[in-house]
């Protein structure tokens, strides 16, 4: 059973044998400030901070444990890896070496070999880019390794014949990105090496290795002889995240919502609360929010084959490194459950909040099947920790913590008697609060606090669970924070302690009506379509994106983009409309009853939407089209067409629509998604006010949510040849230039070798004119 599981079953206890009096201190009079130092005095807690010391102290001497790093693993995915390579099956190599990679110690000769394997497997596959961030890493490690070498950890032949063979495997990833120069130089370093290594090389492999840089760099210089480019290409960043293929805004970035569109308004009522509403007309398909979340989290089950900083699925994974004790040298956490793309995403992950959860992580994060026994952490818990060691500066600190005065008044018991912040959990329940209240940005945690708890809605149990939630988080934040220091029972003085316990209460409140899923589509069958399906990765906050309210048929839909979240209008918004989204409970799926259940529920509100009000059938109950009319949906004069003309663009729109699914399965998205938005938007217009969509329409705006889905891995691939064409062209140009400078310097060249011959018969004209009159002159004496 986990820490969790046993202290809040002792908890549970606790407040059945004492006749309601626990849960009477944590009902709604209280406040969250309240509840959080009442729950840091339970009696259990002592006992819980023991056991995640304790936790922390075992993770930094555990060497070969489930959870840790293993040599044996290591060296055992290596072993797999071999015989991958021997049978040319490059993919499960490189599946084998990314284990190898994330079992073996940081900067072991483990690591460098199965970066230079894998190095070698992408180069085999055509992944460039992250094969040349492998082999460079994989130099880094071995170049020491190679020129003093321990006899007792391997033979220095063995180390020296890597390394050479890492040098030439990153000289040819160079040379097929058009990087020459680099390349030469690389090879340069490569026979360097070989002349000092003196006598560690056999003969005959010296030989062969000096036969191979030779070959290559004369393969380059034939190639920059005629004409391709010598000056080294910059290698283009990773594109794992998939942020070149977001969308761009339409009508450009608000002035005060850094994420939304120029095209959309903030309004405030009693109602509503804060929403969004359309500031001008927006057409079908329109990006009108992309937004970073402030703080996100993976499920553990994606942990080890996604991005924990930017949540992209990785080919390539570097894994979490030993985090070090904050500077003392001591191994505070042995972790490969992580992965990262990249060396980017791996600092900054690392600096902003990975540093102090790693030693804890599997103590913060449940699987979803549960656990062993007993309730399991909430999957927010993870979120909740990362909001507030960003907002309260935590990333990078150790020991007692200094915590920004702004932050310890947000969440001091007098600011929490004012009431909530301006929430966004949408719908008609929501109430006219404060604005902004954190101040700053109004995308930053100012707009995360203002987000509702919906506080006095809920029940006691309720409140009194996620207090005890909101202790053992404050309690893991202790365990990572004070990990080094010399009292073993210290704990954090009460003035950081409390603050940091009512910030996690509330955010554990907030995050369950405004946080929202990060997504992914998984693709099977031909074309990589048929079969697709989303995958929840994990969960973020997103401040702009929170905004926009509930309906049970909205007008916007929402997808994923590693852990960016863009918005599109699903439809055409008119000017003044109010952007909504669905939270889940969809009318075509639930009726009416069902949905206003499941979203008080979960979203502490009453849903009014227009399905909800009119009582829409669900999808079986859907007329096929709609009625067919002379006047739009919009209020305006339609041009007078007979019915059966309507029909019949129906009917072509239709079948368009059929032959774009057609598409689709074969892998033409674009199609697919431009017959559904004009099959839609035909539809929307014949729509009679009030009147739920036809079956149709339905079907059409399914295809374009599916589309939008796929399109950006699409264009991705799209951007990806493009820059491939530029390169070429580029490279051409460049050929064209270095043609032209190699003529005009052979011109050059040849008028000097003229001048000179001319030079030359001049001076041997002058030469025999001297001598002749040097010999007249004798015989004239």
Not at 158 to 172: G, K, M, W
Request: glycine fraction near 8%; proline fraction near 5%; charged fraction near 30%.
């Amino acid at each position: 059973m986990s820490v969790f599981a046993a202290l809040l079953g002792e908890v549970w206890s606790a407040a059945r044998e004492d006749g309601g009096a626990l849960l009477a201190e944590f009902a709604v009079p209280s406040d969250d400030a309240a509840r959080a130092a009442r729950a840091l005095r339970l009696p259990q807690l002592p006992r819980v901070r023991r056991a995640l010391r304790e936790h922390v102290r075992d993770r930094a001497r555990a060497q070969d444990v489930v959870g840790g790093k293993s040599c044996e693993r290591a060296q055992s995915a290596l072993a797999r890896a071999r015989d991958a390579v021997a049978s040319s099956r490059d993919l499960d190599a490189v599946l084998a070496l990314s284990e190898a990679i994330r079992f073996a110690e940081s900067g072991s000769r483990d690591e460098a070999l199965a970066l230079g394997g894998r190095g070698r497997a992408l180069l085999g596959l055509q992944q460039h880019e992250v094969a040349l961030r492998d082999l460079r890493r994989a130099a880094r490690l071995l170049e020491p390794l190679a020129k003093a070498p321990d006899a007792a950890k391997a033979p220095a032949a063995d180390l020296l014949s890597s390394y050479l063979n890492v040098l030439l495997d990153t000289a040819d990833c160079l040379q097929a990105r058009g990087a020459l120069a680099e390349a030469d130089t690389v090879l340069r370093a490569a026979m360097a090496a070989v002349r000092d290594a003196a006598d560690r090389l056999e003969a005959s492999d010296k030989a062969a290795v000096v036969t191979s840089i030779m070959q290559r760099l004369k393969k380059i210089g034939g190639t920059q002889s005629a004409g391709l480019p010598s000056p080294p290409q910059p290698c283009a960043p990773l594109a794992s995240s998939g942020l070149d293929a977001l969308p761009r805004i339409l009508a450009g970035a608000h002035p005060s919502l850094a994420a939304a569109s120029a095209a959309l308004e903030e309004r405030v009522d009693a109602r509503r609360g804060r929403h969004l509403v359309a500031a001008q007309n927006i057409p079908a398909g329109s990006a009108i929010i992309v937004e970073r979340p402030y703080a996100w989290s993976l499920a553990l089950e994606e942990m080890a084959t996604h991005c924990l900083h930017c949540c992209a699925p990785v080919l390539a994974p570097l894994p979490c490194p030993r985090c070090s004790d904050f500077g003392s040298g001591r191994s505070l956490s042995p972790c490969h459950q992580v992965v990262f793309c990249g060396e980017d995403c791996r600092r900054s992950a690392l600096a902003a909040y990975h540093r102090l959860e790693c030693p804890l992580l599997r103590q913060l994060v449940a699987p979803r099947g549960g656990g062993d026994g007993g309730e399991d952490l909430t999957p927010m818990a993870l979120l909740t920790f990362r909001i507030v060691v960003r907002a309260a500066g935590l990333g990078e600190a150790s020991g007692v913590p200094t915590l920004p005065q702004e932050f310890v008044e947000l969440h001091s018991a007098a600011a929490d008697a004012a009431g909530d912040g301006d929430g966004d959990g949408g719908g008609g329940g929501k109430k006219k609060k404060r604005r902004n209240r954190g101040g700053g940005p109004r995308d930053g945690y100012g707009a995360v606090f203002a987000q509702l708890t919906h506080s006095e809605s809920r029940t006691p149990a309720d409140l009194l669970k996620r207090a005890v939630t909101a202790a053992y988080l404050s309690c893991c934040l202790e365990a990572a924070l004070l990990a080094g220091h010399e009292d073993a029972e210290a704990v954090l003085p009460e003035a950081a302690a409390h603050p940091l316990t009512a910030a996690l209460l509330r955010h554990l409140q907030s995050c369950s009506c405004n946080a929202y899923q990060v997504s992914e589509h998984r693709c099977g069958g031909p074309g990589g379509v048929r079969g697709a399906h989303g995958v929840e990765l994990g969960g973020a906050c997103y401040p702009t994106v929170s905004l926009v309210n509930h309906a049970c048929h909205p007008n916007v839909a929402r997808h994923s983009h590693g852990g960016v979240c863009v918005v599109r209008a699903a439809r055409f918004i008119p000017k003044g409309a109010e952007v909504l989204d669905n939270y889940g409970p969809h009318f075509l799926e639930l009726d009416t009853e069902e949905r206003r259940e499941a979203l008080a529920k979960q979203y502490m509100f009453r849903c009014e939407c227009e399905a909800c009000v009119g009582d829409w059938p669900t999808l079986e109950g859907l007329d096929h089209l709609p009625q067919l009319q002379s006047n739009n949906s919009r209020g305006t004069k339609a041009k007078s067409r007979p019915q059966h003309q309507q029909q019949q663009q129906l009917q072509e729109l239709s079948a368009r629509l059929q032959r774009g699914v057609q598409g689709l399965l074969e892998g033409r998205t674009e199609e697919a998604l431009q017959a559904a938005l004009k099959y839609s938007s035909a539809l929307q217009q014949l729509q009679q006010p009030g009147r739920p969509p036809s079956a149709e329409q339905v079907r059409a705006d399914q295809v374009v949510s599916l589309c939008w889905s796929l399109i950006d891995k699409e264009r991705k691939k799209e951007r990806k040849k493009e820059r491939k064409k530029e390169r070429k062209k580029e490279r051409k140009k460049e050929r064209k230039k270095e043609i032209k400078k190699l003529r005009k310097k052979e011109r050059k060249k040849e008028r000097k070798k003229e001048r000179k011959k001319e030079r030359k018969k001049d001076n041997d004209d002058d030469n025999f004119y001297w001598f002749l009159d040097t010999w007249q002159n004798r015989l004239k004496k």
